[in-house]
């Protein structure tokens, strides 16, 4: 059972225009976010992360919001470029364990 | 800095073999994991070492084994290989604390036929 979910498989973003990438999870317990980037033939890379104690945490073209109530979070990339094309995954744990749970995945793409 | 690495990077086994994939860690980290990347399914977690001496199960640890040799390695082994074994495998490792980054190698991608 996937605590974790990406519901879109993919998304087309035209450069210059904002991606809204979503994530849904399901157990209450988990109280910290993550967004890694995954290019082709790489392993993920860190991008940004949210504390459950915050609903909104911005990192340069980067924004991560939390909606406790209704178990989601988002990642938004305003303006989108060509070079932010690459595999998006969510994470999630909580802290009394050590372990990091991953979603699904959304490959987004940014054309000219 | 050479990071996480894994090795090998390919490998193609047949139906009932067995082998070990290799990771190790400069960083000094405590925390040690091994994902596998499958379409559709994303990254999901075989099992971690939270520190040297111990090892936990992830979400789909069936038909593997892991070896915590040091606090630098972490091995992951397929006993008898089967054709849902097919999958990208990532290690990675971090310090320990819940606000500590995860670390990743670059994958190795595993064939079974």
């Known amino acids: 059972d996937q605590q974790v979910k990406q519901n879109s498989p993919s998304l087309s973003v035209q450069e210059g225009r904002i991606s809204i990438l979503n994530c849904d999870y399901t157990n209450s317990m988990f109280d910290y976010f993550l967004w890694y980037k995954k290019y082709p033939a790489e392993g993920p890379t860190f991008l940004i992360s949210i504390s459950s104690i915050k609903d909104k945490n911005e990192d340069g073209r980067f924004t991560v919001f939390l909606n406790k109530s209704a178990k989601h979070l988002s990642l938004h990339i305003v303006p989108s470029q060509p070079g932010d094309s690459a595999v998006y995954f969510c994470a999630a744990e909580s802290d009394n364990t050590d372990k990091l749970i991953f979603g699904t995945g959304t490959r987004l793409q940014v054309f000219p | 800095n050479a990071g996480v690495t894994q090795t090998p990077k390919f490998q193609v086994l047949k139906t009932g073999q067995s082998m070990t994939l290799q990771c190790a860690q400069d960083m000094n980290h405590n925390s040690m994991y091994w994902y596998r990347q499958d379409p559709g399914m994303g990254l999901r977690l075989i099992y971690y070492?939270?520190?040297?001496?111990?090892?936990d199960k992830g979400e789909v640890p069936n038909g593997y084994n892991v070896s915590r040799l040091n606090k630098r390695e972490f091995s992951l082994r397929l006993e008898s290989a089967a054709p849902s074994q097919t999958s990208v495998y990532f290690c990675a490792s971090r310090f320990p604390g819940q606000f500590e980054k995860l670390f990743f190698g670059s994958g190795t991608q595993l064939s079974v036929l």
């Open positions: 070492s939270a520190s040297e001496g111990t090892t």
